[in-house]
């Protein structure tokens, strides 16, 4: 390619490039994802193009997360702290771990004797199962970013638009 080429497709390629976005996660709130309080997450992105979101979602200790199902994209997971693990799955998550969620995977969550905090990235829905495998409830990004949006009105705290892009 030649170098006038070259710099064009640079030029382009710059004048479409989103911003940088560099956020500190301390200044970020845990906001409540379970009425019981037993897991908080902390918004990192909201892509509404995509239906993607990143956030670092954090469990209590000796909890379970009902049976659910992902649907849409394919979820992955890095373990920070504590370990967890699938029901009926022979693997445990523990720091360090690195998981990859196939679209429609279906399964419940269990934390162990400790604090549980892993970075997820996901897209699609959350689809939330009883007993008797009928969906009684979904989260999406729309429902996670009102969650967030939510929780910053009642507690006074200024939501981070520059999370949504």
């Not at 659910?68 to 920070?80: L, P």
């Amino acid at each position: 390619m030649n170098d006038l080429i070259h710099e064009s497709v640079i030029q382009l390629a710059e004048q479409f490039q989103l911003p940088e976005r560099v956020i500190n996660i301390a200044e970020l709130p845990w906001v409540p994802f379970t009425e019981n309080h037993s897991c908080s997450f902390k918004p990192l992105r909201f892509d509404l193009n995509t239906g993607t979101w990143i956030y670092l979602f954090r469990i209590k200790s000796n909890q379970v997360l009902g049976k659910h199902r992902h649907t849409g994209g394919s979820v992955i997971g890095y373990n920070i702290q504590g370990k967890w693990k699938y029901e009926g799955r022979t693997w445990v998550a523990t720091p360090g771990t690195f998981v990859f969620e196939p679209p429609g995977d279906i399964h419940t969550l269990i934390t162990e004797d400790e604090e549980v905090v892993t970075l997820f990235i996901l897209s699609g829905s959350l689809q939330y199962f009883d007993e008797k495998n009928q969906i009684i409830g979904q989260d999406d990004i729309y429902t996670v970013l009102k969650k967030y949006r939510d929780f910053c009105v009642q507690n006074g705290i200024q939501s981070r638009d520059a999370l949504i892009y």
